[in-house]
T-cell receptor, first 114, second 113 residues
Framework: DAGVIQSPRHEVTEMGQEVTLRCKPI?????LFWYRQTMMRGLELLIY????????DSGMPEDRFSAKMPNASFSTLKIQPSEPRDSAVYFCASSLNGPHQPQHFGDGTRLSIL | AQSVSQHNHHVILSEAASLELGCNYS??????LFWYVQYPGQHLQLLLK??????LVKGIKGFEAEFIKSKFSFNLRKPSVQWSDTAEYFC???????????FGPGTRLSVLP
């Protein structure tokens, strides 16, 4: 079974540029989560979707961040404009039937904003 | 607000030592409890979970955890650690089958050969 697939694995870009992170959840999973992990703040939930609908985006740091899920097999997290403090590892995870079920994580995107 | 705390930020053990990592959560109610492990450079993986029934839960790689409702705790244990257990361990809680799901800050475990 294919797991959660994220792309790119690494992204290095200059501040001010637009960054788009992509995620393909496990087929059939109806929940998708975006997390950010840093040394200072640990693992933070940014937003999650149920059946492609955003349920809780209270963790999105500011308006520069946006996430979409146009269909059940694809989601994007966009940062525009990017800033050096956005540098982190961004994980996508998916689960079946709710946040109370185990989440399956992708390998993450390591983002560096210069 | 609901929260999850993990007692230790960094634990250092020698191989064959016993391990116990603490996890406490706020607020009662019905909880689903998880431990995830993140090996260096990898993504988080589920180690074990508790939904109901026997409060002593066995997971992969010889890990187990005990749910003590009266103490709002879900501590992770392993009788004898190996160097390959070096990783970061995250406790996570979902309340009342609802939409609230919170990860603890993580405990970094270093096992010395």
């Amino acid at each position: 079974d294919a797991g959660v697939i994220q792309s790119p694995r690494h992204e290095v870009t200059e501040m001010g540029q637009e960054v788009t992170l992509r995620c393909k959840p496990i087929s059939g999973h109806d929940y998708l989560f975006w997390y950010r992990q840093t040394m200072m703040r640990g693992l933070e939930l940014l937003i999650y979707f149920n059946n492609n609908v955003p349920i809780d985006d209270s963790g999105m740091p500011e308006d520069r961040f946006s996430a979409k899920m146009p269909n059940a097999s694809f989601s994007t997290l966009k940062i525009q404009p990017s800033e050096p403090r956005d540098s982190a590892v961004y994980f996508c995870a998916s689960s079946l039937n709710g946040p109370h079920q185990p989440q399956h994580f992708g390998d993450g995107t390591r983002l560096s904003i210069l | 607000a609901q929260s999850v705390s993990q007692h230790n930020h960094h634990v250092i053990l020698s191989e064959a030592a016993s391990l116990e990592l603490g996890c406490n959560y706020s607020y009662g109610g019905t909880v689903n409890l998880f431990w995830y492990v993140q090996y260096p450079g990898q993504h988080l993986q589920l180690l074990l979970k508790y939904f109901s029934g026997d409060p002593l839960v066995k997971g992969i790689k010889g890990f187990e955890a005990e749910f003590i409702k009266s103490k709002f705790s879900f501590n992770l244990r392993k009788p004898s650690v190996q160097w390959s257990d070096t990783a970061e361990y995250f406790c996570a809680v979902n309340w009342d089958y609802g939409q609230n799901f919170v990860f603890g800050p993580g405990t970094r475990l270093s096992v010395l050969p």
